[in-house]
């Protein structure tokens, strides 16, 4: 077990794998323990979210699921003091819920635009309403949202998502707004920025688009989980105080380098 964490307080919402694997909240979760953090697991499904605290425990880590829709304020209101009646404060929060949908401004239907907008921006309002008072009283914290490049290129190669990549690009704008106005509460505010890592959430691609998303990249490898995971660690601890409103992009190079003609 090691320390980055020691004596601080965390929930992640969005943390249980949706199927086998590990995903982006799933890994966060468990190196958020593994440093030393009290987890508060937060999932619709319960039952997913008491496998995942079970697997913590059983390494010596701390950790508790709570069942909770957070794109409700009701929900997201049990949550945060779920965390402090449990733990005593609240010093993290890892927004990692969200959803897709595929469909461009003509195809796309706006009961689903709504539901996306419901899952992937709704739930970050509410989560922050909810925890933001909590963290004022522990004397400051850590938001931490999951974007996606999606939110800050045209995404390419699908069949159009207007919605995800809306909700996405609207994120980083929200994660600036939370950074300056709780700056001076000892409150920051970073949002990750997430490329084509392999999760349980898009296994249904098969090989060949796993392949091809690998390949999409300019180091030509891999993103897991593990990857999202431990720059969350990073931003959740106070080896990075005096970092604030950052967009940090965990994508292989996807973003920032491009090829030379050969």
Same mark, same amino acid.
């Given at each position: 077990m090691?320390?980055?964490?020691a004596?601080?307080?965390?929930?992640?919402?969005?943390? %249980?794998?949706?199927g086998?694997?590990?995903?982006?909240?799933a890994a966060?979760?468990?190196l958020?323990?593994?440093?030393?953090?009290?987890?508060?697991? @937060?999932?619709?499904?319960?039952? /997913?979210g008491e496998?995942l #605290?079970e697997q913590?425990?059983a390494?010596?880590?701390?950790?508790a699921?709570f %069942? #909770?829709?957070v794109s409700q304020?009701?929900a997201?209101?049990?949550?945060a003091a779920?965390a402090?009646?449990?733990?005593g404060r609240? !010093?993290? $929060?890892? =927004?990692n819920?969200?959803i897709g949908?595929?469909?461009t &401004? *003509?195809? $796309?239907?706006l009961?689903?635009w709504n539901?996306?907008?419901q899952?992937?921006l709704t739930?970050?309002l509410?989560?922050?309403k909810?925890? $933001? &008072?909590r963290?004022?009283?522990?004397?400051?914290g850590?938001i931490?949202? @999951?974007?996606?490049?999606?939110?800050?290129?045209?995404l390419?190669?699908?069949?159009?998502?207007v919605?995800?990549?809306?909700?996405k690009?609207g994120m980083?704008g929200?994660?600036?707004?939370?950074? %300056?106005d709780?700056?001076?509460?000892?409150? /920051?505010? =970073?949002?990750?920025?997430v490329g084509? @890592?392999?999760t349980?959430?898009?296994?249904?691609?098969? *090989?060949a688009? /796993? *392949?091809r /998303?690998?390949?999409s990249?300019?180091?030509?490898?891999?993103?897991?989980? +593990? !990857?999202v995971a431990n720059? %969350?660690?990073f931003?959740a601890?106070?080896?990075a105080? +005096?970092?604030t409103?950052v967009?940090l &992009?965990i994508?292989?190079?996807?973003?920032a380098?491009?090829a +030379?003609?050969r």
């Amino acid at each position: 077990m090691g320390t980055r964490l020691a004596g601080k307080v965390a929930i992640v919402t969005g943390a %249980a794998s949706r199927g086998e694997g590990v995903g982006n909240g799933a890994a966060t979760a468990i190196l958020f323990a593994r440093e030393g953090a009290k987890v508060v697991l @937060v999932n619709r499904d319960l039952a /997913r979210g008491e496998a995942l #605290a079970e697997q913590i425990r059983a390494e010596g880590g701390e950790a508790a699921a709570f %069942a #909770a829709d957070v794109s409700q304020q009701d929900a997201a209101e049990a949550m945060a003091a779920f965390a402090v009646d449990r733990y005593g404060r609240l !010093d993290i $929060l890892h =927004n990692n819920v969200g959803i897709g949908s595929a469909g461009t &401004p *003509e195809t $796309l239907e706006l009961a689903e635009w709504n539901a996306v907008f419901q899952a992937n921006l709704t739930s970050l309002l509410m989560s922050c309403k909810a925890c $933001l &008072p909590r963290m004022r009283e522990s004397g400051g914290g850590a938001i931490i949202n @999951v974007s996606s490049t999606a939110g800050a290129i045209g995404l390419s190669g699908t069949s159009g998502a207007v919605a995800y990549a809306t909700t996405k690009s609207g994120m980083h704008g929200f994660t600036l707004s939370i950074a %300056a106005d709780y700056a001076q509460h000892g409150i /920051r505010a =970073n949002c990750l920025v997430v490329g084509t @890592v392999h999760t349980p959430m898009v296994a249904r691609l098969g *090989e060949a688009g /796993r *392949e091809r /998303r690998r390949l999409s990249v300019p180091l030509q490898t891999e993103g897991t989980g +593990w !990857d999202v995971a431990n720059a %969350a660690v990073f931003l959740a601890s106070d080896e990075a105080r +005096w970092i604030t409103g950052v967009m940090l &992009p965990i994508d292989g190079g996807f973003l920032a380098v491009r090829a +030379w003609p050969r």
